[in-house]
């Protein structure tokens, strides 16, 4: 690995970051070992008992609710001869882990609770008030607004220190509710990008591609949502969040992008969801009842298109929809696709979210398809001998600083790029 | 060691540190509740075939041919003749769990109407549709299909189907149940509602799907 500094310059970057195992390898310990890593949300576990399975960088996680009501995160591993004791992605455990290859069971915290025939360890090391008997658990566990994350550092920054101000992605989301909550939709659409995570995380607030890479989609939902204007009907909502994406590229350079420490960042944007039909009057009543109306409109009005929670997390919380990376290679990623119900709120608001959830996240999109393509087609090409470098060099020098946080000013600024590999190397130092 | 002393340590019971004088223990001890109950131990079984003799004999040969059609038009491209066949309120879906039964109140992976399926035609067809750049191609096999239900207006019919793809270098397989609510109209029929289980509908998808299955 060459040093840090021959790899990451202020306006571009060196290929191999996204391509390279043994850059690969210390992110994973420098990075996703250590930061806050998002489990899932505590309506997925509505009993004691319940659990859920979760990667965390290259560790193999269960999120369970404990007989105390309590959530912990605990390693998926017995500690006698290291068998996953969870085979299942979620499920309901009882009180008890069990591992189905020597029985020994575990409290929900882990602790050891039984071994068979326990004279056997007579006179050894392990002891059941050994602790090397029992399941090891994650450092640290913490939740925001029902977002549960673990890290498997005990040191570092707080889970609110980590989040920052791109906390605004959980209150956005849930502060849409007349309740303040949201409860999670239990379906999780699993894609396997080929191709390195950092393609999404750039992709995700990069405001020049989509007119360019969704102009198929977006100029044949245009197409119908005319045709059904001129013939007097009113297109749905969602055929418009398909045609926006064939937007003018000076459209998508009005919007701005806030750059935040640690790789956060903002794509502003006002998605327009206040069409003018009863469904929406009632709602907004309820939330003018619920907060009042100065403030209801203040949560209502947020100009959010997109939250980046820096390396892994994307948010669209004025939708309610989740996408979390798990890292499996240099050239592989998982991506999970979640997303959650407003609580309080009628069905026609759910189903704005839903139509979302369905035709841009499902794995049926006619959006995301061709972004694949394009990360497929751009891991390939850094992988070549054409080139050394990844440009990000527009609009360089014309962002505005206050404080920590960057203001691109042009949409199409790749400050997004340049702030998140500032944090990158801060991480890999 | 004598045969019943072996007997004996053979039969011994394992003993948990919290309750030494419990009879029950190890994975015997354990509440049935620790793996996921996955529902389809009480489903129903399967409908039988409506009636295999005369008339029921040839609406089958019928609903065959068009279940073949639909999928020889799927592997062909033949978006606006597959569209066709669904009446003006057909709908084309494929539920994420087999336990769905609706999909306006709950996520799926298609949900389509004629409107979006035209989106989605329009949206391949266009010359900068990128995705579809690299060479790529569908086989279907549709097979065992059964007649659950026919009256002079609908027949329901379910199959099931094999669907391999093609796409650069990749092959992916896909394979699950049709279930067809198909309306009369004279010798031929219209889709009011085609359902699509995807057995791997809850595997990562490496890739996505770009159009119905």
Known sequence: ?429 | MTISKLQDRLLEEVVIFENREARKTGAQSLAPDHSPSRGARSKPLPARAAGVDGEAASLQRRVEQFLYYQSELLDQKQWAAYIELFTADGVYWMPVTPEQTEWLDSPSIFAEDRRLMEIRMGRVQHPNAWSQAPEWGTSHIVSNVVIESADELSVVIRSRFQMMELRRDQIRHFAGTYRHTLLRAGEDFKITLQRVDLLNGQAPFDYVLQVWV
């Open chain 1, 1 to 429: 690995m060459q040093p840090l500094e021959r790899l990451v310059e202020p306006d571009r970057v060196h290929k191999s970051v996204y391509t390279d195992q043994e850059i690969f390898d210390r992110e994973m310990d420098q990075i996703w070992h250590k930061i806050w890593v998002y489990c899932g949300h505590e309506t997925q576990l509505p009993k004691n008992g319940d659990y859920v399975t979760v990667q965390i960088g290259r560790q193999p996680m269960i999120m369970v609710r404990g007989m105390d009501g309590q959530i912990r995160v605990l390693y998926n591993r017995c500690p006698h001869r290291g068998v996953q004791l969870c085979g299942n992605r979620q499920g309901h455990t009882g009180s008890t882990f069990v591992c189905s290859y020597h029985a020994w069971t575990f409290h929900l915290d882990g602790k050891v609770k039984g071994i068979p025939l326990p004279h056997g360890y007579d006179g050894t090391r392990m002891s059941p008030d050994n602790p090397d008997c029992s399941m090891k658990a994650a450092a640290r566990v913490d939740s925001y607004r029902g977002f549960v994350f673990a890290s498997l550092a005990a040191q570092g920054p707080s889970l609110l220190e980590f989040l920052g101000e791109a906390r605004i992605a959980f209150d956005d989301m849930c502060d849409r509710s007349p309740e303040g909550a949201v409860d999670i939709v239990p379906v999780c659409h699993r894609v396997i990008q080929q191709s390195n995570w950092k393609f999404f995380m750039e992709n995700q607030l990069d405001a020049l591609h989509p007119s360019v890479t969704h102009q198929s989609t977006g100029v044949s939902a245009g197409r119908v949502e005319r045709s059904l204007k001129e013939s007097g009907e009113a297109p749905p909502l969602y055929y418009h969040y398909l045609s926006t994406f064939a937007s003018a590229f000076e459209q998508w350079d009005s919007v701005q992008t806030v750059n935040f420490p640690r790789g956060h960042g903002i794509l502003k944007g006002y998605m327009g969801l206040r069409p003018d039909d009863p469904d929406t009057k009632e709602y907004v009543e309820s939330m003018y009842e619920a907060y009042g109306e100065k403030q209801a409109e203040a949560f209502l009005g947020r100009s959010i298109h997109h939250v980046l929670v820096y390396p892994y997390l994307s948010v669209q919380s004025p939708l309610q929809q989740l996408r979390v990376l798990r890292p499996l290679s240099p050239n592989r990623t998982l991506s999970e696709i979640w997303h959650f119900r407003l609580r309080g709120v009628s069905p026609a608001i759910y189903r704005r979210a839903l139509w979302y959830f369905n035709l841009v996240n499902s794995p049926a999109t006619m959006v995301n398809a061709d972004d694949l393509e394009n990360w497929t087609k751009g891991q390939w090409g850094l992988e070549s001998d054409g080139g050394d470098w990844v440009s990000f060099h527009r609009n360089f020098g014309g962002d505005t600083r206050e404080g920590d946080i960057v203001y691109s000013n042009k949409g199409t600024s790749e400050a997004v790029m340049r702030s998140q590999f500032d944090a990158w190397t801060r991480y890999m130092r």
